[in-house]
């Protein structure tokens, strides 16, 4: 053979072996773009596509398809890859850890709040958690990004800003005045003691915030965070004791002053400093504020008949010493779920929310109650209402039927979301806008 036919023989089976690879990608590639689609497809369908409050979006024109986003988050199926690209499938589930944001390498993610079609009252802040008001600051789920993580993480930020501008020349008790002892006040008060801010956390009841309130047997899901004075937090699947006992202690060995049973009624900006005053009466000046007083102090109401009635609550404690009793649950997301399943082993429950599918659900919760759906352990009323509550029975409405219908009941729970402390916010002077997809989280370019 001679040396030409030897070359021609090389170059073809390179070149048959590039085209070879080349088709495998491409094969490949189109069907992790059909399976995407078809995942879009059901996230439509089962009403999970749409975004309800935070959710990231993609540059398309920057993105490389690296799925570095995809590995770094830690829900599933929120990105995807379809022709190349990244692309949203489960924007509603997105919550917002924002390790997609840092893990693009070429920083084609931003964090967007709110959507075109549904808007979100917000307070307004800016990137160093201060409002509108300034020297007084936001932390936590108040501020619009719910979780525990998520708001140990804020809490620190906004302290380690703040202490930055704070000006030891002007007049006051307090360096900083916390308001709301939960996961961001609680972080929020060690950085200040590491910062040397001489520091006081205000709470209107116990220490732990909305975890408090959770049910004794419920599975707190979370993800690693770093408590200022404490260090790496490895937790994934805890408790609630778990999680209020660790505060309880590192805020002990901290000696964070902690002053419990103290409802922070009004915060007053005089000149360069506050004074912060409680229920009680009691005064407390300071040079800057905190206000992480979350969401859920002020639970969401449906204002019907009957929901003044002793049987009526927001919140479920211990439910495995509820035993034997017809229970209504209101609501459609992970608390209302969860409550449902805690509920169902001892009871008849059922479960009303007004939508056609869950919307922003965690996985796991998804799957538990479809299985507890299919059983018969949970008797799910979708597109429904509660219109009525009696001593013995409540009236639901099932949308588009004439008829309400009437269930046997001992018990109602509602879970459907809290409302902002909008008097509170706006007597301090706090602008809240109404966010229809508004980026919180974007790269400078
Ligand atoms: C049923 C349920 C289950 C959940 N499960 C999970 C989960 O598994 N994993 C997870 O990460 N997140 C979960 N969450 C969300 C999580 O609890 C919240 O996002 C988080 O607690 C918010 O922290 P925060 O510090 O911003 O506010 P909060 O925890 O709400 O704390 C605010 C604190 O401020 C206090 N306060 C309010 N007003 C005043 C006032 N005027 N004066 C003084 N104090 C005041 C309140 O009493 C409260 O202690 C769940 C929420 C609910 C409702």
């Given at each position: ?54 959710h990231p979006?993609i540059?398309?024109?920057?993105c490389i398809r690296s799925g570095a986003c995809i590995t770094a988050c830690p829900e599933k199926d929120i990105i995807g890859i379809?022709?190349?690209?990244a692309?949203i499938i489960?924007?509603?589930r997105c919550i917002g850890h924002g390790a997609c944001f840092h893990a693009c390498p070429v920083q084609a993610i931003s964090l ?37 993580k ?73 993800s690693p ?216 989280l974007?790269h400078?370019?």
């Amino acid at each position: 053979m001679d040396i030409f036919t030897e070359k021609l023989i090389i170059y073809s089976l390179v070149a048959i072996f590039i085209v070879v690879i080349l088709s495998v990608y491409l094969l490949l590639q189109k069907r992790e773009s059909r399976i995407v689609e078809a995942k879009i497809a059901i996230a439509k369908e089962e009403g999970r596509y749409e975004p309800i409050t935070l959710h990231p979006v993609i540059d398309i024109n920057s993105c490389i398809r690296s799925g570095a986003c995809i590995t770094a988050c830690p829900e599933k199926d929120i990105i995807g890859i379809k022709d190349g690209k990244a692309t949203i499938i489960n924007a509603s589930r997105c919550i917002g850890h924002g390790a997609c944001f840092h893990a693009c390498p070429v920083q084609a993610i931003s964090l967007y709040i709110g959507s075109e079609s549904r808007g979100v009252d917000l307070p307004h802040v800016d990137h160093t958690f201060e409002t509108n008001v300034p020297g007084i600051y936001i932390a936590g789920e108040l501020g619009g990004m719910g979780l525990i993580k998520n708001s140990v993480e804020q809490g620190r930020q906004a302290v380690d800003n703040l202490t930055r501008k704070i000006d030891k020349n002007v007049v006051a008790q307090y360096d900083l005045v916390i308001v709301g002892a939960g996961p961001a006040g609680v972080s929020a008060s060690l950085a200040a003691k590491g910062n040397n801010l001489k520091a006081i956390l205000l709470e209107q009841h116990s220490l732990g915030g909305t975890v408090i309130t959770f049910p004794r047997s419920k599975i707190v899901m979370t993800s690693p965070m770093d408590l200022p004075l404490h260090g790496k937090v490895k937790l994934y699947e805890t408790s609630k004791m778990e999680l209020l006992n660790l505060w309880t202690e590192v805020l002990t060995k901290n000696e964070i002053d902690l002053r419990e049973n103290t409802k922070v009624e009004s915060i007053q900006p005089i000149e360069k400093y506050f004074v912060v005053r409680s229920l009680k009466g009691e005064e407390f000046t300071a040079r800057k504020v905190l206000v992480a007083i979350g969401r859920s102090g002020s639970p969401r109401k449906l204002d019907i008949p009957g929901e003044l009635s002793a049987k009526v609550a927001y919140r479920l404690l211990e439910p495995e010493l509820i035993k034997d009793k017809n229970i209504v649950i209101v609501g459609g997301g992970d608390s209302a779920i969860e409550s449902a399943l805690l509920l169902a082993d001892q009871n008849k429950v059922t479960l009303s929310y007004r939508g056609e599918t869950f919307g922003r659900l965690k996985s796991k919760n998804s799957e538990k109650i479809r299985e507890a759906v299919e059983e018969n352990r949970i008797n799910l009323l979708f597109r429904s209402n509660l219109t009525f509550i009696e001593d013995h029975q409540v009236k639901v409405k099932i949308t588009e039927a004439p008829t309400e219908m009437t269930l046997p009941n001992d018990l109602v729970y509602i879970f459907v979301g809290g409302e902002l402390p909008v008097k509170f916010l706006e007597n301090i002077g706090i602008r809240i806008t109404k966010k229809f997809g508004e980026a919180i989280l974007k790269h400078e370019k």
